[in-house]
């Protein structure tokens, strides 16, 4: 195993411990909100600390891009931390969040992390290694049509401003499916496309930690992820399109039509 992926490991089970612990008095938290039903508590703080001191004894002189403290240090090596994706599960006692840690190194995600502390499941991916969960290697799945296919979703709840494009697409992939989920937590979203336990997945406005670590398991697992103009732009919007190839296509040419010029950029 990479040493970087290692640390990153080592990392996000931390924190993972952190949150778990955590859970017991979560009713007692106090919870700030820092924009439209966005919230941060002190357990996302406290996660993040963990994690970054585990990268400081390794890595002193690396670059860190953390959702709760913003960037630190000029290094080509960055860490892209979200030390709980699904905040708002977690603030309900909703069992479902992961800490996501994704590497990039001169602008290329290389390792990626994704832990989800209650199942005790651990995603991991190396450029060009492959993708793991635990220790058995990931592939998504084989389903080639929308109407056998199992979709994630986002919905846009932190930006009323794209809801009636949102539901559009939601209205128009919603009736060629099996079915939809919307489980809240964005990286675990990109985790189980890579595990093949849903087909496809797409959301509207990600942040760089939300996505970073997922985008390379789901390539590691042979998926595709573009931005909705088909491109890896992905990072400057946070619009995405996640699925194996045939999915990923057909989800992408069903929204076009619905969406707004802005969210045609
Ligand atoms: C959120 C979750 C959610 C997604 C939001 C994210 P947070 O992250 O991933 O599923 O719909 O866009 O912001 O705030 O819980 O870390
Ligand atoms: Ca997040
Ligand atoms: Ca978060």
Redesign the pocket.
């Known amino acids: 195993m990479h040493p970087l992926l290692n640390i990153a490991i080592r990392a996000a089970r931390a924190a993972g411990n952190v949150i778990v612990r955590s859970m017991e008095h979560v009713e007692h938290l106090e919870i700030t909100t820092k924009g439209r039903n966005?919230f941060v508590s002190d357990v996302d703080r406290l996660a993040e600390q963990e994690i970054i001191s585990v990268i400081h004894k390794a890595y002193p002189e690396h670059a860190i891009l953390a959702?709760e403290s913003g960037e630190e240090g000029d290094n080509e090596t960055v860490w892209i931390i979200?030390p709980?994706?699904?905040?708002?599960n977690f603030l309900h006692g909703f069992p479902h969040?992961c800490v996501s840690i994704g590497i990039q190194v001169r602008g290329k995600i290389m390792h990626a992390v994704v832990y989800d502390p209650m199942r005790e499941e651990l995603f991991t991916a190396s450029r060009g290694a492959g993708a793991q969960l635990n220790d058995r290697r990931l592939r998504v799945s084989k389903r080639k049509t929308l109407d056998k296919s199992l979709l994630a979703t986002?919905?846009p709840?932190?930006y009323p401003e794209y809801t009636a494009a949102y539901h559009k697409t939601f209205q128009s992939l919603f009736s060629q499916v099996e079915d939809v989920r919307r489980?809240?937590?964005?990286?675990l979203?990109f985790a189980y496309v890579a595990a093949g336990r849903v087909d496809g997945y797409w959301?509207i406005?990600?942040?760089p930690w939300?996505l970073a670590a997922g985008v390379l398991l789901v390539e590691e697992a042979g998926g595709v992820v573009t931005d909705f103009t088909g491109s890896d732009n992905y990072l400057a919007h946070g619009n995405v399109v996640v699925g194996n190839l045939p999915i990923q296509q057909a989800i992408l040419e069903d929204l076009t039509p619905h969406l707004t010029d802005e969210l045609k950029k």
């Open positions: 966005d959702e979200d709980l994706d699904g905040t708002n969040f986002g919905f709840f932190k489980g809240g937590s964005a990286a979203d959301e406005g990600l942040a939300d």
